[in-house]
């Protein structure tokens, strides 16, 4: 039997007392606690939850103990025209479970609708097939876990896939590739420490339900934008070694990679969640209070708003999907060891659909009062597919956002020039200092500005060089999905090539844009697979694609002869020069006058005179001479983007070269003394100091 209990917290709550199970419900007419044995696939008992206050239905369970697997049955009116979608044939999980058992397999069973009249509710009992959650330990009692805290200037990002990233690495035990705990190994971390890398950014984590289209093509949504579960870490990713759960693994990593003083990140989906649009399962919230968690169409209630292009939106305004949310960044933030979040589509975030975007949205109030979050590392991802859905730069102070308009300049100014596309110097040049224009407000740094050329959704560094055109296939869309508008440049040859003049172009332009990105202004990010020179085969949308398409292929980082291991070696120098030239990672914006005898930025034409504003529209080459106190060092960075050689004239001292992109002209770590003037092949960058 069970006993009131209390309202608070949410979710299954062991204790000395028992467990408490608290839901949130509040048009809801009954709840139902169904108990399950082990396996999840047996249902024991149902009982009513015996109280409701302030729309929370709430018991406590004297027997229950952890491990204990249970789901609700939610009973109320089927109205999907008012918006309720209430039916008891359908078990549904607890929004708070930490553990989630079973899968979702894409069958109509879990459907809420009959499928055959999507106006009925359908009859069937799904409980034995059903997501359902298990009772874990009071995580209180848990050790609250270390966190690393990395200053804004010397922050890297690398953006990682779990399972990709060790799934084939030949230094991380076989049982534990594809894992937390494969992550957690030393030859994974030590390569991330060579690279010069300080904060992992991990794809979804976060329990996740794959598309029904995906699997009746026997795909997966491998990059884990579909979440379910928002306490739950994937299962998937687990090594499911004895005396181990997916949540204890994922913390142990997390203690490894703090023990490295690297922080970690975490991509998290609040956007959207797995039960799609009107003709998608009814899983969880759509069950237990359709009206409540979502974003409905005012003028049709049965359909759901789609500024994310799922199929559904939460509904973040409404106070108790609010506390899901905050309630979820807090466990992950305090339970978890996670430094901070990178949220997917953040507009939404802050819409509701007669106001559209807010800044100053109930979520990101409710983020920057909180004594924890408003701490950790926040990044948006600063656009969605809404009415006014491109928010670059509009986000609060202290958040960080991913700049779109970065990647598509440095792509446009080193892979297009002559041809569309392509940028100039000045669009380099504003991009180069963090972009000024969308974040010099409101007290923002540069920092703000997430600098990147590539990331998961689009090509590798190595296909932006080898692909003009999508080769999307596989994903089963006829090629129609992922981006057409790429700004890429196959250097001559559609995918692979043993034309080796084909080669040292693809070679040259992926140093010249590693090298911009950790040069400029701003936090940048790398792409997880680009320092070992992974390609996709031209896929710019693998979201589906579990298997050697994005698994990262480590045969050969470990001969040092080889472009994999150059090119990492090449990424760990540049880091380490980023570290060592404070005014290429300065948290002020440069004064545009150098005269007021602070140190300052100067932009220089090839002959050395400072650039006209005639010079910005023309011509493919620059010096930026970032001019420091007399007792400190200047630095210069020499650009030439175009198809010849460029000698540049230098500002007067001595000058030292320390880095070009150039293989011919790169002499490692050993500084060339320069005179007052340096050569700069085509489509190359050159560094100097004095």
Known sequence: ?????????????????GVNFALAAPTAESVELCLFDSTGKNE??????????????HGLLPSGREGLVYGYRVHGPWAPCEGQRFNPAKLLLDPYAREIVGRYDGGDLFLGHDPANPDRPDQRDNGAVALKARVTANANAA???????????????????????????????????????????????????????????????????DEQRLLAMGLANYWGYNTIGWFAPEARYWSGRPGTTPASEFRAMADAVHARGMELVIDVVYNHSAESDEAGPTLSMRGIDNALYYHLC??????????????????LGEPRVLQLVMDSLRFWACEMGVDGFRFDLAPVLGRDAKTGFDPRAPFFA??????????????AEPWDIGPGGYRLGEFPPGWLEWNDRYRDTQRGFWLRQGRDGAAGLGDFAHRFTASSTQFAHHGRAPMASVNFITAHDGFTLRDLVSYEERHNLANGENNRDGHAHNLSNNCGAEGPSDDAAVLAKRN?????????LLLSQGTPMLLAGDELGHSQQGNNNAYCQDNETTWLAW???SDPTSNMARTSDFVARLTALRREAAPLRSTRWWPADPSGGAPSIRWLRPDGQPMTPDDWHAGTALAIHFCESADASSWLVLVNSGAETVNFTLPPGAWRSCLSTDPAQDHGASPQALGDAAEVPFSSIRVART
């Open 44 to 57: 024991q008992q149902r009982l009513r939850l015996p109280a409701c206050t302030d729309g929370v239905w």
């Open 1 to 17: 039997m069970l006993s009131p209990g209390t309202p608070f917290p949410l979710g299954a709550t062991p204790s000395s007392q």
């Open 555 to 557: 045969i050969g980082a």
């Open 298 to 315: 005012e003028d049709d209630r049965a359909l759901y708003e789609n500024w994310t292009g799922t199929g559904n939106c939460l509904n």
């Open 366 to 379: 409710a983020i920057a009062q909180d004594p924890v979050l408003s701490r950790t590392l926040l990044i």
């Open 143 to 209: 050790a609250s876990p270390g966190h690393a805290r990395i200053a804004p200037s010397d922050r890297v990002l690398y953006e990682l896939h779990v399972r990709g990233q060790t799934h084939l690495h030949p230094g991380v035990p076989a049982a534990l590739r594809g894992t937390y705990a494969g992550l957690a190994e030393p030859a994974m971390l030590d390569h991330l420490q060579r690279l010069g890398v300080t904060t992992l950014s991990l794809m979804p984590v976060q329990h996740r339900a």
């Open 508 to 516: 040259r332009l992926q140093r010249a844009l590693l090298a911009v």
